[in-house]
Nanobody, 122 residues
Framework: VQLQASGGGLVRAGSSLRLSCVAS????????MGWFRQAPGKERELVAA????????FYADSAKGRFTISRDNAKNMGYLQMNNLRPEDTAVYYC????????????????WGQGTQVTVSS
């Protein structure tokens, strides 16, 4: 599946952003969706993930209580609502698809979209 993330921008600390991820086509296989981010000089990290049919989600400790992941399979869309943003949230955010394993098994994410830049000023 081809993915495209959007919704990033430059905001002040404490602000909110909603990232969107559109899948270009339906796949015959259910897929988990993950949101990753990569800041300059840092490794890419899994921020949040959700199974195909929703339900139990995963959040990195840095995202708990502030970010909410969701998806609408009928629209081939996924979302990451980010509240109370901090300067340390500054990164390029990517959505990705996984076809096997648990939602937090990062090597299983094989399809990636182009990222969207999120910059949070203090």
């Amino acid at each position: 599946v081809q993915l495209q993330a959007s919704g990033g921008g430059l905001v002040r600390a404490g602000s909110s952003l909603r990232l969107s991820c559109v899948a270009s086509e339906r796949t015959p296989t259910n897929w988990h969706m993950g949101w990753f981010r990569q800041a300059p000089g840092k490794e890419r990290e899994l921020v949040a993930a959700i199974p195909y049919r929703g339900g139990r989600t995963f959040y990195a400790d840095s995202a708990k209580g502030r970010f909410t992941i969701s998806r609408d399979n009928a629209k081939n869309m996924g979302y990451l609502q980010m509240n109370n943003l901090r300067p340390e949230d500054t990164a390029v955010y990517y959505c990705a698809a996984s076809y096997y394993g648990s939602i937090y098994y990062t090597p299983s994410y094989t399809d990636w979209g182009q990222g969207t830049q999120v910059t949070v000023s203090s």
